[in-house]
T-cell receptor
Framework: GAVVSQHPSWVICKSGTSVKIECRSL??????MFWYRQFPKQSLMLMAT?????????EQGVEKDKFLINHASLTLSTLTVTSAHPEDSSFYIC????????????FGEGSWLTVV | AQSVTQLGSHVSVSEGALVLLRCNYS??????LFWYVQYPNQGLQLLLK??????LVKGINGFEAEFKKSETSFHLTKPSAHMSDAAEYFC??????????FGAGTRLTVKP
């Protein structure tokens, strides 16, 4: 089946630094990718929707300058957390919508970010 | 706007007992509905989805869900719980298979 891969799975960074998380669709082209954030024992909150070659659409309350999303190709989207702070520590999950095959959405395995 | 409400943040059943996880949705357009399972420290795994075809949807691991428009519900069931079913379950809704909105989740505990 279709696979969406996120990298890194776990990352620890110092407060004030930036960290990039990649989301790749391994065997299909993703017309749209989505980024979610999940706090411990909570649900997934949609952060932004990105379409290849265009600017991401951010949900209300999500700082676009802090969470930079780039969707440079049909198989790769990146989320960069800039000037990270401890409150940014969370589980980040991406999903990708396959353009063919009924527009099925596939989720990545998630990336744990810990800011110290 | 679309949303889902999962009734019961925690459900506990005995092994072999019926599993029933409740989900009600709100949508101004015909919805796409999904159930996902999440094991600790892992991503989401799709159990099943409703996309306006058959109202009774069968998924993986013996789970199924029934779309009831009159009740705006999409409850998840499994006839006989297994220890390996213990996990967090999320109901989600989307329009035209676009961005998804997730419920708060229901933690399923299976007692031996």
């Amino acid at each position: 089946g279709a696979v969406v891969s996120q990298h890194p799975s776990w990352v620890i960074c110092k407060s004030g630094t930036s960290v990039k998380i990649e989301c790749r669709s391994l065997d299909f082209q993703a017309t749209t990718m989505f980024w979610y954030r999940q706090f411990p024992k909570q649900s997934l909150m949609l952060m932004a929707t990105s379409n290849e070659g265009s600017k991401a659409t951010y949900e209300q309350g999500v700082e676009k300058d802090k969470f930079l999303i780039n969707h440079a190709s049909l198989t790769l989207s990146t989320l960069t957390v800039t000037s990270a702070h401890p409150e940014d520590s969370s589980f980040y999950i991406c999903s990708a919508r396959r353009g063919d095959s009924g527009n099925t959405i596939y989720f990545g395995e998630g990336s744990w970010l810990t800011v110290v | 706007a679309q949303s889902v409400t999962q009734l019961g943040s925690h459900v506990s059943v005995s092994e072999g007992a019926l599993v029933l996880l409740r989900c009600n949705y709100s949508s101004s357009v015909p919805p796409y509905l999904f159930w996902y399972v999440q094991y600790p420290n892992q991503g989401l795994q799709l159990l099943l989805k409703y996309t306006s075809a058959a109202t009774l949807v069968k998924g993986i691991n013996g789970f199924e869900a029934e779309f009831k428009k009159s009740e705006t519900s999409f409850h998840l069931t499994k006839p006989s719980a297994h220890m390996s079913d213990a996990a967090e379950y999320f109901c989600a809704v989307s329009s035209n298979n676009n961005d998804m909105r997730f419920g708060a989740g229901t933690r399923l505990t299976v007692k031996p």
